[in-house]
T-cell receptor, first 109, second 114 residues
Framework: GQNIDQPTEMTATEGAIVQINCTYQTSGFNGLFWYQQHAGEAPTFLSYNVLDGLEEKGRFSSFLSRSKGYSYLLLKELQMKDSASYLCVPLDSNYQLIWGAGTKLIIKP | ETGVTQTPRHLVMGMTNKKSLKCEQHLGHNAMYWYKQSAKKPLELMFVYNFKEQTENNSVPSRFSPECPNSSHLFLHLHTLQPEDSALYLC?????????????FGEGSRLTVL
């Protein structure tokens, strides 16, 4: 079956760094996406990894290891507006996105 | 206008009503999607259209009926819904179905079925 494993909830402090880990099992693999979703709003695209390694985009970086079925999202210099759910979303061999429940990140002052 | 626009943003309907959700995208994309998001659950893909043709129906009950008259517009017709259909309905678009990962979502239509 297809499966995504992320922590349900994490708490971090404003200005700090947080790493959200994700392990996945899919039928084939065509890349992995990270989306951000604020409560009551639609998801917005953050990053895409298809090859192993780190992709950096401003305060956010995403890492992928295909052999380990593992990815992480690294958020630096946390701001209160970063409080949201973060969704690790692999793309399977049929180009279907596999959505999980995500990680709810709470930022405290 | 830019992006993906959904109307109405909020809808309350009885189980015997008929209503429609509308989605319009101004991104020049060729693929459009309907997703359902129930409280604290992952997104569920309902329908996929590519170049106006339905390419996926994810075992959705017939009380949900999609319509895609052109690549920019997508409708979801609703009739005789059940209270468990109350959810956030999200429309999304992508360049094509092979670019299905980078989705652009509308703000959603929050549906309450009484």
């Amino acid at each position: 079956g297809q499966n995504i494993d992320q922590p349900t909830e994490m708490t971090a402090t404003e200005g700090a760094i947080v790493q959200i880990n994700c392990t996945y099992q899919t039928s084939g693999f065509n890349g992995l996406f990270w989306y951000q979703q604020h409560a009551g709003e639609a998801p917005t695209f953050l990053s895409y990894n298809v090859l192993d390694g780190l992709e950096e985009k401003g305060r956010f970086s995403s890492f992928l290891s295909r052999s380990k079925g593992y990815s992480y999202l690294l958020l630096k210099e946390l701001q209160m507006k970063d409080s949201a759910s973060y969704l690790c979303v692999p793309l399977d061999s049929n180009y279907q996105l596999i959505w999980g429940a995500g990680t709810k990140l709470i930022i405290k002052p | 206008e830019t992006g993906v626009t959904q109307t109405p943003r909020h809808l309350v309907m009885g189980m015997t009503n008929k209503k429609s959700l509308k989605c319009e995208q101004h991104l020049g994309h060729n693929a459009m999607y309907w997703y359902k998001q129930s409280a604290k659950k992952p997104l569920e893909l309902m329908f996929v259209y590519n170049f106006k043709e339905q390419t996926e129906n994810n075992s959705v009950p017939s009380r949900f009926s999609p319509e895609c008259p052109n690549s920019s517009h997508l409708f979801l017709h609703l009739h005789t819904l059940q209270p468990e259909d109350s959810a956030l309905y999200l429309c999304a678009s992508s360049q094509g179905t092979f670019e299905a990962g980078e989705l652009f979502f509308g703000e959603g239509s929050r549906l309450t079925v009484l």
